[in-house]
């Protein structure tokens, strides 16, 4: 890069040179050019443009420089910042389709040269702040953070275009980042800890790659998105609804799994950081309910996760837009619409990893009153914590309407193994004293269908020798003990337990269920059909 030789100290090109901010401007327009402009196509080009980039942050005297005021000034900022987001998109992984081989493995590579840049420039902008009286720093500073940050969380991240030792280098430009910008973490940086807050910033820097045309253009860009998120938190972020909410709509609408997980996750954090009156507004609501609804039909264990838990959280949101008169039948709603589905579902699944997801959330449809404990701020494990208690309301009572397929998939289940953990087991016998609480008038007729489930699980348990560890199993006894004695008591005492069935012995491998029965006597009456 030609320097202006006549500003140059005597002691030569490595001494600092007292740049103006009109000549740090136009050294900035030089690089950038190098950057964009048609020479960026040539590898060479743009190792020269780091080079001098280089220079000119070693040279310059930012102290001084940082002391000018005005509108040569502000100028001089603005291309700095261009060169800045040039450096971030030079550093950016390829487009998804050609991101494979060694498109990838040029990436890290890119990824440390430019955050050593960014660290070096960081450092003296700090420098230049701690020398100055007057706040000129912030103009350079507001350009600079934004295409910094999403460089360092770009790279922060494992991902297939990241090293060991990029993503090592990405961590100190944050942490760079946060320092200069005096702010204790990402959230405090985002939310405007010291100034103005600068999510709007990052959010308007990725817009132009959050659309329907350029968002897989850039693959780094939706976890950028997705991570920036899950940082802010109410009441932070209901001012921004109209920035997050189509990008999340338009990454959960993706075809790849991945993609879809990712938008559910970023919708969670939306339903569980706006207030119930705005996503009610404009029925936001049912756009995110009928957004991940079909989801439901997608055969894969992650993504029926993450949707299922969603929905829990956004039905009592969608309750409130009900009004239910006393004189009229209760209508149905989203939950009874969203069980009946996966109950459908469940009853002839098979897969073990899709069965465990479906028991998992089941007893949360029963339960009409949840208590769940959540952190607050939420912790980068999980962005479903807040540090209140919530009750989140479900069916209770109502359950009656789904009864007969419950009952079917309730027996089906109990009778399939589920491995060592038996945590599909676990969680039906969970759902079933749930369901006798709530249900228990509806109990006494079914209290054959019920009883033979739980003997003959009962005996499978006290047969199984080795292939569930003893803990498992008085776990899975305690629930049919607890289960055994609901049922009697909905069956106004038709059922007796005189011994609990933890007392039986583990070792008697010929346990038949005849032996069982000698455990328990009980007196089954069938009512009528009711």
């Known amino acids: 890069m030609e320097l202006d030789r006549a500003e140059l100290s005597p002691g030569g090109a490595s001494s600092p040179t007292q740049w103006s901010p009109s000549a740090l401007g136009q050294a900035c327009s030089e690089v950038l050019h190098r950057l964009t402009g048609h020479e960026a196509r040539r590898a060479s080009a743009r190792r020269v443009a780091l080079k001098d980039f280089s220079a000119l942050i070693e040279t310059t005297e930012w102290d001084r420089l940082l002391e000018g005021s005005g509108q040569p000034l502000r100028r001089a900022a603005e291309t700095l910042g261009q060169v800045t987001k040039a450096l971030e998109k030079y550093a950016a992984p390829p487009k998804e389709e050609a991101c494979a081989g060694s498109a990838h493995s040029e990436v890290p590579e890119k990824a440390v040269e430019v955050g050593v ?26 350009h600079l953070a934004g295409p910094i940050y999403i460089f360092a969380i770009t790279h922060l991240l494992e991902q297939p275009w990241t090293s060991p030792r990029s993503r090592e280098v990405a961590g100190e430009v944050r942490s760079s980042l946060l320092k200069v910008t005096q702010c204790s973490s990402v959230a405090g940086f985002l939310r405007g800890e010291n100034e103005d807050e600068r999510f709007p910033v990052i959010m308007g820097l990725l817009k132009p790659y959050l659309n329907k045309e350029s968002w897989k253009n850039n693959p780094a860009v939706k976890h950028v998105f997705s991570w920036t998120l899950q940082q802010v938190t109410r009441p932070w972020l209901t001012q921004h609804l109209e920035r997050i909410l189509p990008p999340s709509l338009l990454i959960s609408d993706d075809y790849q799994t991945e993609n879809k997980v990712l938008g559910v996750h970023c919708l969670h954090h939306i339903v ?45 949101i969608l309750e ?23 109950l459908t579902h469940m009853e002839p699944e098979h897969r073990l990893l899709l069965r465990r997801t479906y028991a998992r959330n089941l007893p949360a449809f029963v339960n009409r009153s949840v208590p769940r404990l959540l952190l607050w701020p939420p912790t980068s494990s999980s962005s479903l914590q807040h540090h209140i208690f919530s009750f989140i309301f479900r069916l209770g009572i109502l359950t009656v309407r789904h009864m007969k397929r419950l009952e079917r998939v309730i027996v089906g289940y109990l009778e399939v193994y589920d491995g060592p953990e038996e945590e599909a087991r ?59 004695i609901l049922l009697d008591h909905c069956s106004q005492g038709r059922v007796k337990v005189r011994h609990s069935v933890l007392s039986l012995n583990f070792s008697w491998v010929s346990l038949s269920l005849h032996n069982v029965y000698n455990w328990l006597s009980f007196t089954i009456c069938v009512p009528g059909q009711v």
């Open 117 to 142: 840049l960014f660290l070096r420039l960081l450092e003296k902008v700090e420098a230049g702040k701690n020398c100055l009286v007057c706040p000129a720093w912030k103009t350079v500073l507001g």
């Open 272 to 316: 569980l950081n706006v207030p119930a009156a705005d996503l009610l507004q404009y029925n936001r609501a049912q756009v995110v309910y009928h957004a991940i609804f079909n989801h439901l039909y997608m055969p894969e264990h992650h993504l029926i996760q993450a949707v299922l838990l969603c929905l829990l959280d956004l039905f009592p």
């Open 320 to 342: 409130k837009a009900q009004n239910w008169k006393g004189d009229a039948s209760r209508p149905t709603t989203h939950c009874d619409e969203v069980l009946q589905l996966v």
């Open 426 to 484: 676990l969680k039906i016998l969970e759902t079933l004293k749930l369901l006798m609480q709530y249900t228990w008038p509806r109990i006494s007729c079914r209290v054959v269908v019920l009883l033979r489930a739980l003997l003959k699980l009962i005996c499978d348990v006290a047969r199984d020798t080795n292939l569930t560890p003893d803990p498992v199993k008085n776990a899975l006894l305690q629930e049919a003990t607890d289960c055994l």
